[in-house]
């Protein structure tokens, strides 16, 4: 049984990062001093777990007023195929409204783009590169 959470507790937290230091850091070989930054002191985490195990995470910010980012969204290589991305995205989207946030922006890696297209989300800028990796900027409204 999958279950995603809002990250309150500083383990829950440190559990968000362990998924993104094994997707992004050890998988993907972006660099730590990329993958983990000052945004992670502020953002809304999100975990997700099969039973008790960690597979998923991601969070989200705000910002400006009624904007959220989303990023930093990972679901470990076992786990995909399995809706596991798809119910943490809704977990998210439903938090982000229930915090007044009416608009969600994310860059979404080139390969992932059908997903995210999948749950609603337009392509709304060119190809651009982060951590070496091709990226499209994508957004979608709430209301």
Same mark, same amino acid.
């Given at each position: 049984m999958q279950k995603i959470k809002v990250a309150t507790t500083p383990l829950e937290k440190e559990q968000a990062m362990e998924v993104r230091r094994t997707v992004f #850091?050890? %998988?993907q070989g972006v660099p $730590? $001093? #990329?993958e983990m930054d000052a945004n992670d002191a502020t953002a809304i985490h999100f975990v997700g777990y099969?039973? $008790?195990q960690p597979i998923a995470a991601g969070r989200i910010r705000e910002i400006e007023p &009624? #904007?959220?980012k989303v %990023?930093?969204?990972c679901v470990l290589p076992e786990? *995909? &195929?399995h809706r596991t991305g798809v119910l943490l995205? %809704? $977990?998210m989207e439903e938090h982000a409204r229930s915090i007044g946030i009416f608009k969600l922006k994310l860059n979404s890696q080139s390969y992932a783009i059908p997903f995210y297209e999948k749950l609603g989300y337009a392509i709304t800028s060119e190809e651009f590169f982060e951590a070496d990796i091709s990226? *499209?900027?994508m957004e979608k409204n709430l209301l």
């Open positions: #850091i050890e %998988e $730590a $001093a #990329i099969q039973f $008790a &009624g #904007i959220g %990023e930093r969204v786990y *995909r &195929g995205m %809704e $977990a990226h *499209r900027s």
